[in-house]
Antibody, heavy 120, light 104 residues
């Protein structure tokens, strides 16, 4: 069974940095693209970032480009999202999401999310 | 930039009725990448359909999908109580804004 467990969500002040992590299990982690998708309270889903199985290709939403960095450690079955220069607009529940082979494929498994709140 | 527009925003129906949800793409897309997700309150989204019409594992056959050009449709043939939720379409890393299916 695929399990994706996010961690690292916190209340953080505007302008600060935060690192999210996702521990993956139940599948061959290094065979699949992985993503972060966020959802502000009462709002829809927003794809944030994705990374290929090897880590060689990454993609970002325009709203986070230049501020967020996605990475993965295939040896540890973990996914990370380094976020800097956070603003109130980054406040959301962040989901770790398993993709398929290509970054543009659909998402077939979701974690339960970790909450990031940006507020002074 | 691809924009997916879902309609209606809210669908008010009774159990047993048929639900028809629409997702329109702003440009030609590969149907093989169009997916639908269901999200219930307090839960993570769940993959329903991929490739526009293929049901994910464990999804009941009352859920079906179709396409016509840049228009995609999710149909729930007979609504069960557990089907009242928000539904999102997704293609090439873009999500539609969602359609809420609520009990009338």
């Amino acid at each position: 069974e695929v399990q994706l467990v996010e961690s690292g969500g916190l209340l953080v002040q505007p302008g600060r940095s935060l690192r999210l992590s996702c521990a993956a299990s139940g599948f061959n982690f290094d065979d699949y693209a992985m993503h972060w998708v966020r959802q502000a309270a009462g709002k829809g889903l927003e794809w944030v970032s994705g990374i290929s199985w090897s880590g060689g290709d990454t993609a970002y939403a325009d709203s986070v480009k230049g501020r967020f960095t996605i990475s993965r450690d295939n040896a540890k079955n973990s996914l990370h999202l380094q976020m800097k220069s956070l603003t109130a607009e980054d406040t959301a529940l962040y989901y770790c999401v398993k993709g398929l082979a290509a970054i543009t494929d659909h998402f077939d498994s979701w974690g339960q999310g970790t909450l990031v709140t940006v507020s002074s | 930039e691809l924009v997916l527009t879902q309609s209606p925003g809210t669908l008010s129906l009774s159990p047993g009725e048929r639900a028809t949800l629409s997702c329109r793409a702003s440009q030609s897309v590969f149907s093989s990448y169009l997916a639908w997700y269901q999200q219930k309150p307090g839960q993570a989204p769940r993959l329903l359909l991929y490739g526009a019409s293929n049901r994910a594992t464990g999804v009941p056959d009352r859920f079906s999908g179709s396409e016509s050009g840049t228009d995609f449709t999710l149909t729930i043939s007979r609504l069960e109580p557990e089907d009242f939720a928000v539904y999102y379409c997704q293609q090439s890393l873009a999500f539609g804004q969602g359609t809420k299916v609520e009990i009338k």
